[in-house]
């Protein structure tokens, strides 16, 4: 592949190439950086919640199977919260990731139109009650 002045290349399936990189670190980097601002959104509530519940970092790290030097670098934003530490903080802050991520994005209380409807769909289909919907059993159980 010729590389063109500027150390980029001719795209390959719509994506440049820098000089000296493949095409999946491109990719990826592009990724980093779409979704930079709401890992970092993530981070900030972490470390809010690190802060209110006051427990020392090193007993995050027991309680996470992280090392608190892991720790601390994410919440201080000097490392990038990977899903091992979003799972390992969730876990030491005694939080569901459900939980996380309501407090980092509040929003509506339920879903509306298509994505509800895909939501129901999902739930169906991965055996989780559907909010509004009543077992079958549970139906026949007040008819009789």
Known sequence: MAIREGGVAPREGGVAI?????REAAILGRVTDLYEEDVRRLAETFALLAKLVARPVEDLA???GLEAGEIEAVLDGTSRLEI????????????HPAELFTLAYPRP????GDIRRLMERAQ?????PVPGEEDEEDADDRVK
Do not use: T, Y
């Open 62 to 64: 027991a309680d996470s």
């Open 109 to 112: 209380a339920s879903p509306r």
């Open 124 to 128: 169906r289909a991965l055996g989780i």
């Open 84 to 95: 091992a530490h979003l799972l390992g903080l969730c876990k030491a802050l005694r939080i």
């Open 18 to 22: 820098r000089k000296g990189e493949d």
